[in-house]
């Protein structure tokens, strides 16, 4: 009798374990399920933010790529035409002149004093001379200034303003032994004209 009655209870004893296994089952399932979306959700807030940070930094680099062409558009205006000397047919020397004193105004005006001057008429290393040497003329001027601060400042803003294309090559300034206040000043400067 005792089998007959465990076979009664038997069927609903096996369904009852089988939903009890089924249900740990699919709880472990929904558990993992649930940590996967919790990992998912963190891993999708840092990389949102990270989107943010990379949006941020794309946003600054567009900003200043855009200042910089506008800085070089601005420049391309401001680019400074070469001297052209009024009488054509004439030497390297004679049209340079031209130009030249107009810088000797400039270093006049300025007060500085001038010790010594080297020129270098269409030097060979020159870029312009090698490549378009039948068009313009370049001359290299050394110069040895003495001056004051104030007044090299102003020289130099005044050499910047001017009308003409001229390179800067090198400056030097040494202060002066005996009294600081005044500069010694190697300038190299580069003259262009057209021909």
Excluded: W
């Excluded at 110069?143 to 601060?149: D, L, Q, T």
Aim: glycine letters at 4%; zero cysteines; aromatic letters at 10%.
């Amino acid at each position: 009798m005792n089998n007959e009655k465990l076979k009664l209870y038997l069927v609903p004893i096996l369904i009852t374990t089988l939903a009890f296994v089924i249900l740990v089952i699919a709880g472990q399932k929904v558990f993992k399920g649930i940590e996967n979306i919790v990992d998912n959700n963190s891993k999708i807030e840092t990389k949102t933010g990270q989107l943010q940070e990379k949006q941020e930094k794309l946003a600054k680099f567009k900003k200043a790529a855009a200042e910089q062409a506008k800085k070089e558009a601005e420049n391309q205006k401001v680019e400074k035409p070469f001297y052209k000397a009024i009488d054509s047919g004439m030497d390297t020397e004679a049209v340079i002149a031209g130009e030249f004193s107009e810088i000797l105004e400039l270093i006049r005006a300025n007060k500085i004093k001038v010790r010594s001057i080297k020129y270098d008429y269409n030097p060979q290393d020159d870029n312009f001379v090698k490549g378009a040497g039948t068009k313009y003329n370049a001359a290299r001027l050394n110069m040895e200034m003495i001056g004051s601060y104030s007044d090299y400042d102003s020289f130099l803003r005044e050499l910047y303003k001017h009308e003409h294309f001229l390179d800067i090559q090198s400056v030097e300034i040494v202060p002066y032994r005996k009294n600081k206040k005044i500069l010694l000043i190697n300038f190299k400067l580069k003259l262009y004209s057209k021909k």
